[in-house]
C-alpha cells in the first residue's frame, strides 16, 4: 500500500544479529576477510555488503543512513561526524578549484566562512544572494558554477526557500541544487521538491536530546558512494566519520522525531500568535505575517507544522541579553546556541552563531543587534511557559503589562 505519510520511517524495522528489537552495534574499527581476493574486490569497491574499514563504511552507520534515507525520500543516505562534516564533503565533492557557488546569504555562520573564507585556498569563489530572489539566483550562476546551496529555512531570519522553483532553475542550467534542512526536519521534504542532495546537522532536531554533533548527506547512491570512494571520495578522505556508538544512539532517538517535530511546531506556533498579538516583532513561517508563510503552506507536510524555531526581535543588545539571562534564571530555558532540545534554546545570532557574517553584511540581510532566536522546547504546559515569558518581557520593559511593545 502507497504510504500517505511524507516520509517512510514507519517501516523501519530492525533484527540484531541475535534476534534483538535494535540493531546491534558495530564495535570494530576493521573487519576481516576469509581471502585475500574478497579483501581486494571490496576495496575497490566492488562487493557489496562487505565491510572494509569504519572511515568508509559500519553497519551501525548503514542503519542509520537507511533511516536518514527513508525520513528524506533519498535513495540513500551517508552518516557524518558532524553537519559541517556533511557539508564540506558535499562542496568539496562538486566543486574544484577555480570554481564557483551561488548560495543563498542566510545560512548557518560556519557554512557561510566556509564558502567566503576557507574556500579561497582554492580560488573557489562564493556569490551570496537573496534566495527569495529567484532572479537574482539566476542572474549570479555563470559558466563556472558548480552548485546552488540553500537552507530550506533559513538559520537565523527563518527565510523560506522555494525549492520547487529552485530545483527548475537549477535543472535548467544543469547543476545540482543542495538544500540544508536542519531547521525543518518532516516538515519540509526537500528531495520531493526537487532537491539533489538534502543535508542535516544532526546534531539538532533529529537527534534532540544535544548530547552529540553528527550530520547527514542524503542523495543518490551514485554521488553517495562517490563520497565513498577511496581514490577520491571527500566523506573518505576528509575522514569526518560518526563514531558507531552515537549512530546507533541517534537512531534510536530518531524513533520520536515524528511526536517531537509536532510538539516543537504547536508550542512555537502558539508563543508567535501570542506574541505577535502583544505587538512584539515575531518571525515565525507559521505567522501570516511571514514573507514565505503562503509559499510554504503550498509544499510542506502541514501535519508537522512550521518548526520549532521563531525569532523575536527586542530593539538592542542589551536588553536581548538581558532577556536571555533572565529566561534562563526563571528556567525557561538555557542562553545557548544550538536547537532542536527538549528545552527552549535562545542566543543573540548576530553575537553569536552568525558572527562570522560581517557586521554590514548582518545588516544589509536584516540580522539586527537585538534579535533573539528561540529554539522552543517540548514544554507541555505551553501557556503557562507563555506567561511566564511575557512576565520577563514586562520586566525588563520590553512589553507593557497591558500588552503594546514599548
Ligand atoms: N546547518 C545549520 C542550519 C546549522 O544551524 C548548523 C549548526 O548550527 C550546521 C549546519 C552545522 O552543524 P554541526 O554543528 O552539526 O556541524
Avoid at 120 to 140: H, M, P, Q, R, Y
Wanted: aromatic share 8%; with cysteine; hydrophobic share 40%.
Amino acid at each position: 500500500m502507497k504510504s500517505k505519510s511524507s516520509d517512510n520511517l514507519q517501516d523501519l524495522q530492525y533484527f540484531g544479529e541475535y534476534g534483538g528489537i535494535n540493531p546491534s552495534i558495530s564495535d570494530s574499527s576493521t573487519y576481516t576477510f576469509l581471502s585475500a581476493k574478497k579483501m581486494f574486490d571490496t576495496f575497490e569497491g566492488n562487493t557489496e555488503g562487505c565491510y572494509l574499514y569504519s572511515r568508509h563504511s559500519s553497519p551501525s552507520n548503514l542503519y542509520l543512513g537507511e533511516a536518514l534515507a527513508a525520513l528524506e525520500g533519498t535513495e540513500t543516505a551517508n552518516v557524518t561526524a558532524s553537519g559541517m562534516g556533511a557539508i564540506t564533503a558535499v562542496i568539496l565533492q562538486l566543486c574544484n578549484a577555480n570554481e564557483h557557488i551561488v548560495s543563498s546569504r542566510t545560512i548557518y555562520g560556519g557554512t557561510y566562512a566556509f564558502l567566503k573564507n576557507f574556500l579561497k585556498k582554492f580560488n573557489i569563489g562564493t556569490s551570496f544572494v537573496d534566495i527569495t530572489d529567484l532572479e537574482a539566483v539566476e542572474k549570479a550562476i555563470t559558466p563556472k558554477t558548480k552548485m546552488i546551496y540553500c537552507e530550506s529555512v533559513s538559520n537565523p531570519l527563518l527565510e523560506v526557500a522555494d525549492i520547487k522553483a529552485l530545483s527548475t532553475l537549477a535543472k535548467k542550467h544543469g547543476l545540482p541544487l543542495v538544500v540544508d534542512n536542519t531547521f525543518s526536519p518532516l516538515s519540509i521534504t526537500p528531495a520531493k521538491l526537487g532537491a539533489d542532495i538534502v543535508i542535516h546537522s544532526l546534531t539538532k532536531f533529529i537527534n534532540g536530546s544535544s548530547d552529540c554533533v553528527a550530520g547527514v548527506v542524503c542523495g543518490s547512491k551514485e554521488f553517495c558512494l562517490a563520497l565513498k570512494d577511496v581514490n577520491n571520495g571527500a566523506g573518505m578522505l576528509l575522514g569526518s566519520t560518526l563514531d558507531s556508538l552515537r549512530a546507533a544512539s541517534i537512531l534510536k532517538n530518531m524513533r520520536t522525531i515524528h511526536i517531537r517535530v509536532k510538539k516543537h511546531s504547536e508550542n512555537a506556533q502558539y508563543l508567535a500568535e501570542n506574541f505577535e498579538k502583544d505587538g512584539l516583532r515575531i518571525v515565525y513561517p507559521g505567522l501570516k505575517s511571514h514573507k514565505g508563510h503562503q509559499k510554504l503552506k503550498r509544499f510542506m507536510n502541514h501535519e508537522f507544522g512550521y518548526g520549532g524555531l521563531l525569532t523575536m526581535d527586542v530593539g538592542t543588545l542589551e536588553k536581548a541579553n538581558a532577556l536571555m539571562e533572565l529566561m534562563q534564571e526563571r528556567k525557561l530555558g538555557y542562553l545557548a546556541v544550538s536547537l532542536g532540545f527538549y528545552k527552549t534554546l535562545f542566543s543573540a545570532p548576530g553575537t553569536s552563531t552568525s558572527s562570522e557574517i560581517p557586521l554590514e553584511e548582518q545588516k544589509e540581510m536584516g540580522l539586527t543587534d537585538g534579535l533573539v532566536r528561540f529554539s522552543i522546547g517540548l514544554d507541555n504546559d505551553i501557556h503557562r511557559t507563555y506567561t511566564l515569558m511575557r512576565e520577563c518581557l514586562v520586566a525588563l520593559d520590553i512589553l507593557k503589562s497591558n500588552s503594546a511593545m514599548v
